[in-house]
């Protein structure tokens, strides 16, 4: 099973949201499973930071129906 916790609170005007993983991965290997799985692609957030280890970062600039279906298909 997969842990995750929302890292920030999205605000008016945001687009991205980073999330932790709580265990079982490092982020570069969920990002990777999860796009061989799923076909959704999301972007280990240490890609950006060395501090970002262990958080993706998943973006929700695009339509609701698109959201939805990405939503699902991790579900």
Do not use: W
């Not at 945001?14 to 799923?38: A, G, H, N, P």
């Amino acid at each position: 099973m997969i842990y995750l916790r929302l890292f920030e609170h999205a605000q008016q005007g945001d687009y991205l949201q980073y999330i932790f993983l709580y265990r079982y991965y490092t982020s570069l290997s969920f990002c990777l499973e999860l796009v061989e799985k799923t076909k959704v692609a999301v972007i280990p957030r240490d890609a950006f930071s060395q501090l970002g280890e262990g958080y993706f970062r998943f973006s929700y600039a695009c339509s609701l129906d698109i959201l939805k279906e990405a939503l699902n298909r991790i579900e």
